[in-house]
Structures are given as structure tokens and as C-alpha cells.
């Protein structure tokens, strides 16, 4: 579960910028949150 997080967030932080690096964050971001805290 966390390097799929991993995978997910590095593109968001990096290369991937405008509308992909949007969807792609508008996609993961909820997933990610929810991944993030039910691991708390």
C-alpha cells in the first residue's frame, strides 16, 4: 500500500504538470487520503 502511494504521490509532485497532473490528482488524491488515513 505505501509505495503504490508512493508511485501515485511522486508524478503528482513532479513531471506530470497541467491538465494531466490535475486529473491525476483529482483521481488518486481522495484514494490516497482515504489509503493515508485508514493506515492512522
Do not use: N
Request: aromatic content about 2%; cysteine-free; hydrophobic content about 40%.
Amino acid at each position: 500500500m505505501t509505495t503504490t502511494a508512493t508511485d501515485l504521490l511522486r508524478p503528482l509532485g513532479g513531471k506530470d504538470s497541467g491538465t494531466l497532473g490535475a486529473i491525476k490528482q483529482g483521481m488518486f488524491g481522495p484514494a490516497v487520503q482515504a489509503l493515508t488515513a485508514g493506515q492512522q
